[in-house]
């Protein structure tokens, strides 16, 4: 078992906000005393990621994915527990870390805005001391699988979104780091720039064999990338294993696919009718009812065809987030 | 250690061309510049200039032509020394651009002293077109020497960094609060009055200009304008050397303690 290349244990970060009350009197009361509120944005999350590891961070908007992602970069300081990424306290910032790591932000450019990508892609070869060489090899690989050609000589403020996030990503991998934090790569991006961009990653990972956390609210990207999945919510840990375990554990219900003649049946009895489309019904039932209800459609209905379905990934993360949120 | 050097060396040049590439985008902001630069001496020398006729030629040691030499050197050394770094730090702070700058294995102040040294070398062109032109206008006259003119080039290199160092650490308040603003307004206040900036320091009282001769403003911008134009003798060059040494020894521990204070607090409290 080699050693991890990310692990926490039981991680904690913990931010004071000042709060107060609306109106004049509460404003002028916080110049005298200020009250602050403790808010457990990561609270007490430990798991491990193994060298070369693909893994999906997930969690609904607050759920403390990015707090973890700047802890783990070394922006961020824990307020509890432990981190060690590459064998190193990311806090330290120590240089040789620095270069092993990368943190791409989905909604923050790097970039300069004025300039050609090309040149602030020079900029970072003297940042991060890169030979020559390397540099050139890096560069040109990365240039032909993301197909920068083209976007390199022009000024970043005249890319699309799209095109500028993969400079983005470029620009963040010149120094291939051992360690890739992904938070958000493909916001606001099309379909056929979100899949360019995964088939990147998967390739790059291929490749380097650099660790992943990636955090995305598209599941295509997770579904696509990462066989293991990490779930937080409230900053505590809510699942962490496969995607397809993920499925099973929180999935309660099947969907099952009836094709008939026409929708003229009524097949209410059999389970929650999600709808009917050229005599094909799409039912929700119980998992455990499943053979059962399957057995008896079968058995009642002139069936052309029959199939059963795990629900989508979307709605089974929907369902883990609400009943989580309803839990609390 | 040479390798130390020539990595930075590196970066150096790469920021430049960077920086280069970035302001020959923008050639409308580099007239407006330069006119706002011919603007703040031309307005002193004239002022100065009415004051000294008014009062027979002469105000403390300072003729019309003294103060038009006065003016375009100050305009010179200022264009040097000054820094606006503590108009961006707050920007960086508050959209989280420097956690790209903290993610880098390399200290961020480089990038902002190269930036800097580049944007003067391309304006340096400029601000010495306007002072020829000022020059062919006020007649300035001052008494050049040539020991004061060696001494000048150390001055200027040592108020240039003081001068940097100092306000980048200003500019780090920006780690603490989001009224960076007050704070610069009372360093722009004091900078005014103590650096030779509103009017030579000879001119002010002598408990002002004894305050003047501790604190760091001085040796920040008006040092090296009295040297340049001979107005120091050898003892006054070398005490002003001194004080602006101990202000660069100052000036960067300061910057080492305040620099980690600040990086503890956003990483504390985040982006």
Not at chain 1, 2 to 20: G, N, S
Not at chain 1, 254 to 281: P, S
Not at chain 2, 148 to 169: D, G, H, N, Q
Request: with cysteine; hydrophobic share 50%.
């Amino acid at each position: 078992m080699p050693e991890p290349a990310i692990q926490l244990h039981d991680l904690c970060k913990t931010y004071l906000v000042p709060e107060r009350e609306p109106g004049i009197s509460a404003a002028l009361r916080s110049l005298f005393k200020r009250r602050m509120k403790a808010v457990n944005a990561v609270d007490g999350l430990t798991f491990d990621l193994a060298p070369g590891e693909i893994v999906g961070f997930l969690g609904p908007n607050g759920a403390g994915k990015t707090t973890t992602l700047k802890m783990l970069s070394g922006l961020l300081h824990p307020t509890g527990g432990e981190c060690r990424v590459l064998g190193h306290n990311p806090w330290k910032r120590e240089r040789d870390f620095l270069r092993r790591i990368t943190l791409v932000m989905g909604q923050r450019n790097q970039l300069v805005w004025d300039i050609p990508a090309a040149d602030s892609f020079d900029l970072n070869r003297a940042i991060y001391r890169l030979p020559a060489a390397d540099y050139r090899r890096t560069l040109d690989e990365l240039t032909a699988l993301l197909e920068l050609g083209p976007l390199l000589k022009v000024p970043v403020r005249n890319l699309s979104l799209g095109e500028r996030m993969k400079c983005e990503i470029a620009a963040a991998l010149l120094h291939r780091p051992q360690v890739v934090f992904l938070d958000e790569p493909t916001i606001g991006l099309d379909v056929t720039m979100q899949r360019r961009i995964r088939a990147f990653l998967q390739e790059y990972n291929r490749r380097s064999g650099a660790t992943v956390l990636l955090t995305s609210h598209y599941m295509a990207d997770v579904e696509a990338l990462c066989k293991r999945v990490i779930v937080i919510h409230h900053g505590r840990l809510l699942f962490d294993g496969d995607l397809s375990g993920l499925v099973q554990q929180f999935s309660t219900h099947k969907t099952i696919v009836v094709q008939l003649e026409d929708c003229a049946a009524d097949l209410h009895a059999y389970g929650e009718l999600i709808d009917c489309e050229d005599g094909r019904f799409t039912l929700r039932v119980p998992k455990a009812e499943t053979a059962r209800v399957t057995e008896r459609l079968l058995a009642d209905l002139p069936v052309i065809d029959l199939l059963v379905e795990d629900p989508p990934i979307e709605e089974v993360i929907d369902r883990v987030f609400t009943q989580e949120a309803e839990k609390s | 250690m040479g390798k130390y050097f020539r990595h930075l060396l590196d970066l150096y040049v790469q920021q430049f061309k960077t920086t280069f590439a970035s302001m020959v985008q923008y050639r409308a902001s580099l007239i407006i510049w330069t006119v706002s630069a011919v603007l703040e001496p031309l307005v002193y020398i004239i002022v100065w200039s009415t004051v000294s006729n008014g009062s027979g030629g002469s105000v403390g040691g300072y003729t019309a032509r003294g103060f038009a030499a006065y003016y375009i050197a100050l305009m010179i050394v200022n264009q040097a020394t000054y820094t606006w770094i503590m108009y961006e730090y707050e920007y960086r702070v508050r959209q989280g651009y420097l956690s790209f700058a903290l993610l880098r294995p390399v200290h961020p102040i480089h990038s902002d002293i190269a930036d800097n040294l580049s944007s003067k070398l391309i304006t340096l062109p400029l601000v010495l077109g306007v002072a020829a032109v000022l020059a062919l206008f006020f007649h300035p006259a001052a008494g050049l020497q040539f020991w004061a003119a060696l001494a000048f080039i150390p001055a200027l290199v040592l108020a240039f960094f003081v001068r940097f160092l100092i306000e980048w650490t200003l500019a780090l308040a920006a780690f603490w609060t989001t009224r960076v603003g007050a704070i610069n307004q009372v360093y722009f206040v004091l900078m005014l009055f103590l650096s030779g900036q509103i009017a030579p320091l000879t001119l002010f009282p002598s408990w002002l200009q004894a305050a003047a001769f501790v604190l760091p403003f001085r040796w920040m911008l008006g040092f090296p304008v009295e040297l340049l134009l001979g107005r120091l003798s050898p003892r006054q060059a070398l005490e002003g050397l001194g004080m602006q040494a101990v202000w660069l020894g100052l000036s960067l521990l300061l910057i080492r303690f305040v620099w980690r204070r600040g990086v503890r607090v956003y990483a504390a409290v985040g982006a």
